[in-house]
């Protein structure tokens, strides 16, 4: 699935050494994920518009500010790091644009970009990194201040660790997942109705998408149990036996999606519009005519390739086979 399948080594077991991380970013095979404001960097050929990850070498400048970089693991024997761009304006980012065009002469364009937007069109690799390395960069430069005293926080254990500076607290915080459930709620065949599954929209999405039903997990209460409230909540469904799929890393910002199928026991369908624009049955043979999200022509559209969504529809409309 994607963002879910990386080939970095993450080397926890290296996050506290100093004196091998310092060899790291003094390392010229050592490497960066720069992120700007949740963009990240990437190119593309002049023959190939398939977007790729790019990563940048650490200048000698770079090398006396480290403190600047979280590590993020080993790729064949390489260091990987990332680091925060966001404090530059546009003019000093195009600066950074153009130094990094010095180590990709061959690529044709070369831009900050929305990971929203490029996600669907990178590898797996390359997703499942920018995912992790705009999450923790996201973490860096949102949390800032200890939750229990309101003091500053400092960067630990290779920026995956912050300790409140006020010495007296001393509270650790580590990067936030926030968990959201993803459901797929289907009806089995009678005899006299097709099996089908439940999609709904949201008024922010794309004229004609229809998509699972999601919502995230409150305290104090199991996956299990988010799942039914959720599609109570959102559509007024009673749902049972509901069963566990995959997950997937979400970086919108900070999500874990858990991926589940569960069973309608009522089929009315009573929307709360709060949550839900509409929120209808489909049947197999139905999914199969829609387009995909991004089709101008398509009446009925899936949900984004990249997500976790479409993964559950389509396993959903194989599993007749």
Known sequence: MHYSHGNLDRADHLRNSIDKLSLFLNDPKSRYVPVWRDKMLVGTTEDNQQKCLLTLPLSSEDQKNHDKFFFLGLEQNKALFTRSLSALNEHDLNNVIGAAQTHYPN?????????????????????????????????????RFCSRCGAGLNSQNAGHL???????????????????????????????????????????????????????????????????????????????????????????????????????????????????????????????????WGDDDAEFKLPRKDSIARMLVERWITSAA
């Not at 797929?184 to 006299?192: G, I, N, R, Y």
């Not at 069963?243 to 858990?258: D, E, G, H, K, T």
């Open 107 to 143: 690529l044709h364009t070369l831009e900050f970009a929305d990971l929203r937007a490029i996600g669907p069109t990178l590898s797996d690799e390359d997703g499942a990194l920018l995912v992790y390395a705009k999450g923790l960069v996201h973490w860096q430069d949102q949390c």
């Open 162 to 292: 912050k300790i409140c500076g006020n010495e007296q607290c001393n509270y650790q915080t580590f990067p936030r997942t926030d968990p959201a459930v993803i459901m797929l709620v289907t009806k089995d065949a009678t005899e006299h109705s097709p099996a089908t599954c439940l999609l709904g929209r949201n008024s922010a999405w794309p004229t004609g998408v229809y998509s699972t039903l999601a919502g995230f997990v409150e305290t104090g209460e199991s996956l299990e149990q988010a799942v039914k409230r959720e599609v109570f909540e959102e559509v007024g469904i009673i749902t049972s036996d509901v069963r566990y799929v995959a997950s997937q890393p979400w970086p919108f910002p900070r999500s874990i999606m858990l991926g589940f199928e569960s069973t309608a026991q009522t089929d009315e369908i009573n929307i709360d519009p709060v949550e839900i624009e509409d929120a209808r049955w489909f049947t197999r043979e139905q999914i199969l005519t829609f387009g995909t």
